[in-house]
C-alpha cells in the first residue's frame, strides 16, 4: 500500500469512528468526541492521523475543536460545504435544472406527509402568527414547520441538502413560495 492510499485509509476510518460515536451514542450538536488520544488507541492509528482527519472534518464544519476544550459534534450547515460543492458539480444547464424538478418532487412527497401526520399543528402554528410574519421569515422558515410534523430524518436531510443546492444556483426558478404553501394548507393569505 501506497503512503497515499494509507493515508486516505486512516482519514476514512476517522471518519467511520466519528460517525460510529455518533450514532452508537446518539451525539447531539454540542456533544464532545473522544479525545485525539482515545481515537488513536482504538483506532491504532497515530494522533497526528487523527489530528489531520479532525482538521479536515472541521473544515466542513462538521465538528468544532475548542483549545482546551476538546472536540464537539457542530448542527450540519450544509449551506457551508454545498455551495463550495456546488460550482464543481453543476456544470451543465441540464444538471441545474434537475435539482429545481428534483427538490419539487421531494418537497410534494414531504407536504403529503405533512398533510398525514399534523396538518391540525401546520395551521395552527402558521394562522397563529400569520401570512405577513411568515412571508418575512422566508420559505424556508415556512417550510421546517411542515419538516417538524413528518417524522422522517431522512427526507428531511434530502430536502436540506437539495435546497442548499437550490441556493447555490444563480438563475434558480423555484416554483413554489410562501403563499403556495399556506394554500396547500388551507391557511388564508392576506393576498387573497
Known amino acids: 500500500m501506497t503512503r497515499s492510499n494509507s493515508n486516505t485509509k486512516a ?6 469512528k466519528i460517525k460510529d460515536y455518533i450514532q452508537i451514542d446518539q451525539l447531539k450538536p ?8 482515545e481515537m ?29 476544550d476538546g472536540t464537539f459534534l457542530r448542527p450540519y450547515q450544509s449551506y457551508q460545504t454545498l455551495s463550495l460543492l456546488a460550482g464543481f458539480i453543476f ?11 428534483t427538490l419539487v418532487m421531494i418537497e410534494d412527497v414531504i407536504i403529503d406527509l ?8 401546520i395551521q395552527s402554528k402558521w394562522s ?21 410534523v413528518i417524522d422522517n430524518q431522512l427526507l428531511e436531510k434530502i430536502w436540506y441538502l437539495l435546497y442548499a443546492f437550490y441556493l447555490s444556483i444563480e438563475d434558480k426558478q423555484h416554483i413554489r413560495k410562501v403563499k403556495d404553501l399556506f394554500q396547500s394548507f388551507g391557511v388564508q393569505t392576506t393576498e387573497e
Open 114 to 121: 405533512g398533510h398525514i401526520r399534523g396538518s391540525a399543528y
Open 40 to 68: 488513536a488507541e482504538e483506532l491504532h492509528l497515530s494522533r497526528s492521523t487523527i489530528r489531520e482527519g479532525l482538521r479536515a472534518i472541521e473544515l466542513l464544519g462538521l465538528i468544532e475543536t475548542r483549545q482546551g
Open 128 to 148: 397563529g402568527h400569520g401570512y405577513d410574519y411568515w412571508k418575512k421569515r422566508g420559505y424556508k422558515a415556512t417550510f421546517e414547520v411542515i419538516l417538524s
Open 91 to 101: 456544470q451543465d444547464r441540464e444538471t441545474k435544472d434537475n435539482v429545481d424538478d
Open 11 to 16: 482519514y476514512q476510518n476517522v471518519l467511520e
Open 30 to 37: 454540542g456533544d464532545k468526541l473522544p479525545s485525539e488520544r
